[in-house]
């Protein structure tokens, strides 16, 4: 099953070749996967945040139930949301993910 952004929201079985071609490692794919995966989730919560930072509590009121609805479509919509990892899946076998892997130096082990 897809959302409107093409991304399978439950999970599927993924061919580990495809994922260890990337970068020629399955663990550096893997390594690469979860710093993706951690940005978007950092992202996704500082976006959450901020939207119901505007329903602090400010008093008891009827007022106070209006918004307990609205703060449940807000929290709705981002559960429908396809998770972190599957976006960072999604992104690195599209080949839209940077990375790099930083060389190490070889004079240094001799040593």
Do not use: C
């Not at 609205?70 to 396809?82: C, D, G, T």
């Amino acid at each position: 099953m897809k959302n409107t952004t093409g991304i399978e929201i439950t999970t599927v079985p993924r061919d580990m070749r495809k994922i260890t071609d990337m970068t020629g490692n399955l663990y550096q794919s893997v390594v690469v996967l979860s710093k993706r995966a951690h940005q978007l989730a950092i992202a996704e919560k500082t976006q959450i945040t901020e939207k119901l930072a505007e329903f602090a509590p400010r008093n008891d009121s009827l007022e106070e139930i209006f918004d307990n609805r609205e703060q449940m479509e807000i929290s709705a919509h981002f559960e429908r949301q396809p998770k972190p990892t599957l976006v960072a899946v999604s992104e690195f076998l599209n080949g839209k993910v940077y990375y790099r892997i930083p060389e190490v130096d070889t004079n240094e082990d001799q040593e």
